[in-house]
């Protein structure tokens, strides 16, 4: 199995910049598609980006295209959401998974796709 874990996570001014990491454990992670989602206090959770095993394939969400870039570092096992502009709406917990997509464009902004998740990283963003 996949163990993931977030870090990376804080408090920061609307403005402003964050990293979230995303470290990957197992033997079952390679050839995973992985995905950030986040969840908005009373909200439910909501796709954010997602970036293939090569990172040829990579999608960002409308509310933050633009704004986030998504990366990976297979040497490291490590996925990143560099997250630049944030706004206060930015405000949730965020979530990576990994998954093993037959289909990207069809599949990847679907938390249902992915088979393993992070316990999540919690970020603040104050006005």
């Known amino acids: 199995q996949v163990q993931l874990v977030e870090s990376g996570g804080g408090l920061v001014q609307a403005g402003g910049s964050l990293r979230l990491s995303c470290a990957a454990s197992?033997?079952?992670?390679?050839?995973?598609?992985m995905g950030w989602f986040r969840r908005a206090p009373g909200k439910e959770r909501e796709f954010v980006a997602a970036?293939?095993?090569?990172?040829?394939?990579?999608y960002y969400a409308d509310s933050v295209k633009g704004r986030f870039t998504i990366s990976r570092d297979n040497a490291k096992n490590t996925v990143y959401l560099q997250m630049t502009s944030l706004k206060p709406e930015d405000t949730a917990v965020y979530y990576c998974a990994a998954g093993r997509l037959t289909s990207f464009i069809a599949t990847m902004s679907t938390a249902g796709s992915y088979n393993y998740w992070g316990q999540g990283t919690q970020v603040t963003v104050s006005s």
């Open positions: 197992g033997r079952t992670f390679s050839g995973s598609t």
């Open positions: 970036i293939s095993w090569s990172a040829s394939s990579i």
